[in-house]
């Protein structure tokens, strides 16, 4: 009897190792999601976790869901940020040229949703001071 009842706090040492270890690779991918910046680290961390995804609970899948909601703001929306929160000319003058590219290579029209919006807002905040 003694020696069943050790087999069985053996099993179920295994059976918490085993879950801890499932635990740990999957506070992992959440962790790196979460640490990511921008798209192509979101992009890059997806790929590389692609299966260790399938296999999250609802509650991990949610919170990766929001990271990559939180950081996947678009470069417009991103511009129009820093350049509103200028409080002078100077300030939206030295902004420019970390801009310019993705600011003329734009064409208006062609943009939609909250990245139209960015535009517009940006627009607007650059006429401010100009």
Not at 8 to 22: E, P, Q, W
Not at 77 to 92: F, G, L, M
Not at 98 to 126: H, I, M, Q, Y
Request: charged share 30%.
């Amino acid at each position: 009897m003694k020696a069943s009842a050790g087999l069985g706090l053996v099993l179920v040492a295994a059976a918490f190792m085993s879950a801890a270890c499932r635990g740990t690779a999957s506070t992992k991918v959440m962790d790196e999601i979460c640490a990511c910046k921008d798209d192509s680290c979101i992009a890059a961390a997806q790929e590389k976790y692609r299966a260790d995804l399938d296999k999250l609970n609802p509650r991990q899948k949610d919170r990766v869901k929001k990271c990559i909601s939180e950081s996947g703001r678009s470069a417009y929306e991103k511009a129009s940020d820093e350049v509103c929160a200028c409080r002078d000319k100077a300030c939206v003058d030295a902004l420019e040229p970390k801009f310019k590219g993705l600011l003329g290579d734009t064409n208006p029209d062609s943009l939609s949703g909250k990245d139209a919006a960015a535009w517009e807002r940006l627009g607007e905040c650059v006429t401010r001071f100009h």
